[in-house]
């Protein structure tokens, strides 16, 4: 069963409209390269569509009608957004649910060293990692530093074209016949994505006593500079989250720039896709629910993870303050509700033909993508949704013209992978997999068609009106 590809039919008003959506998608994902700058920036873009705080309704005692919109903020990390629906909300909502986290390089807690006049920063990758394609290669740092008073210190680093950068070495091809013996996977190993910050000593001057410069003078200068620049010391560092990510900006693909280059697609093309159909949907009459949440690369887990009560709470909130009090209309509502769980599929790859079916794969540029069902090894830690919903889904995405394919990530036994689907389906709710195709997944710079991004867009938009 072939699925067309979505570029023979756009009308002119369509590809404005691609290139309108893409041009803010780019910008998002180049702005934002944290789970917490994905979170500021949601929000911001939702009080601009005049979403108002949970939590202030909640203070003011003022009953959600429908129309009414408002988000709730978790730990900076995790974010939702509600559009109260005609319909009660005890019959169920729709949720379009994705992950802000994306996999990188974390700053350890005691992370500075030198060695032979280089000062590092020691890191622990996060998320599923080739290290070796962590190298050589532009880096910034991403994140906070939280100090014993209560502050916290917002850092960015190596985006601006006045910025410095960092790296991580890689061997010179003269002398690596023993690495290039190697597997990949031991090529670069976890203890030598080192990131390089520095090579000038400070001077001590004569007469003065500095035991700690005199012994590690470049780290010396490197703390110093992070003193001036960020007013931290280097014990704050002990409460930090920094993120190492690659330096630069996302970019159109290819000479026809049907396709964008970026960092962190993996899963802010689903997230930024499903915020803006979230904002833009016009008086559902079923609740409209988005879901950005964190911690998906590392297995859902924590406070910000799809696995914590802050979804299950916040709806219990939302519930009380819009009169339908008590513990069954929240379990009803969970249950007769409807969520597209949206993690980026594996597209197919020619290069790598060996390890796709090339029927149950999905192609760059043939849209929106379904999989009933993820996991590994027989299906196991899938969610495998109902065939009626599947039914469902189909009827809402032809009805509303929305190019969409089916597939499996890879073949049979070839891997597999997870999402949060599972998560959201214990409370009896219907979910599916879908989302958008990406070329060298998990990769620093990955690849996706932007033609599948205006389908995930579209797609989303014609769920949030399913009634
Ligand atoms: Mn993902
Ligand atoms: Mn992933």
Not at 31 to 36: D, L, S
Not at 378 to 401: F, P, Q
Request: glycine share 10%; net charge negative.
């Amino acid at each position: 069963m072939e699925r067309p590809n979505a570029w023979k039919d756009y009308t002119e008003e369509q590809l404005d409209q691609l290139h309108y959506l893409c041009e803010g998608y780019k910008a998002f994902i180049s702005e934002n390269k944290t789970e917490r700058e994905c979170c500021a920036a949601a929000v911001a873009m939702a009080e601009e569509a005049g979403y108002v705080s949970l939590e202030s309704r909640i203070e003011e005692g003022r009953r959600l009608v429908p129309g009414d919109k408002v988000y709730a903020v978790n730990r900076d990390k995790t974010l939702m957004l509600l559009q109260l629906g005609t319909e009660p909300l005890e019959a169920g909502v729709n949720i379009l649910g994705a992950h802000v986290d994306s996999p990188r390089l974390d700053v350890k807690q005691d992370p500075v060293d030198e060695k032979n006049e280089l000062a590092t920063l020691d890191t622990h990758y996060y998320g599923g990692v080739k290290k070796y394609q962590w190298v050589a290669m532009p880096l910034a740092i991403h994140g906070v530093v939280a100090k014993k008073d209560g502050t916290v210190v917002s850092v960015v680093i190596g985006e601006d074209d006045d910025d410095p950068v960092f790296c991580i070495t890689d061997l010179l091809p003269h002398l690596a016949s023993e690495q290039m013996g190697k597997k990949a996977t031991e090529v670069i190993e976890g203890e030598m994505l080192d990131v390089l910050v520095g090579n000038r000593p400070i001077v001590v001057k004569e007469g003065e006593k500095d035991g700690d410069a005199e012994k590690s003078p470049v780290k010396a200068g490197v703390l110093g500079i992070l003193r001036d620049l960020l007013d931290i010391e280097e014990e704050d560092l002990l409460s930090a989250e920094l993120e190492v990510v690659p330096a630069g900006a996302a970019r159109d693909l290819g000479l026809d720039r049907s396709m964008i280059l970026g960092y962190g697609q993996d899963d802010r093309v689903c997230a930024y896709t499903s915020l803006v159909a979230q904002l833009d949907a016009e008086a559902p009459a079923r609740t409209a629910v988005t879901l950005l949440v964190d911690k998906e690369e590392i297995g859902s887990v924590g406070a910000t993870g799809m696995t914590s009560r802050f979804f299950e709470n916040t709806m219990a909130e939302v519930l009380e303050l819009a009169g339908e009090t008590g513990p069954l209309a929240l379990r009803r509502c969970l249950a007769n509700s409807n969520m597209l769980s949206s993690d980026v599929s594996a597209g197919f790859d020619p290069t790598f033909a060996s390890v796709f079916e090339p029927k149950n794969s999905c192609y760059l540029g043939h849209g929106l993508t379904f999989n009933k069902y993820t996991g590994a090894r027989g299906k196991s830690g899938s969610n495998d949704a109902d065939a009626e919903y599947l039914a469902t889904i189909r009827r809402v995405m032809d009805e509303g013209g929305v190019h969409f394919q089916t597939a499996e990530l890879g073949k049979v036994d070839a891997g597999g992978g997870g999402t949060i689907a599972y998560i959201l389906a214990t409370y009896g709710m219907n979910v599916v997999d879908c989302g958008v195709p990406v070329l060298s997944m998990h990769a620093p710079w990955e690849a996706t068609s932007k033609a599948d991004v205006y389908e995930a867009y579209r797609g989303y938009q014609e769920f949030l009106k399913l009634a």
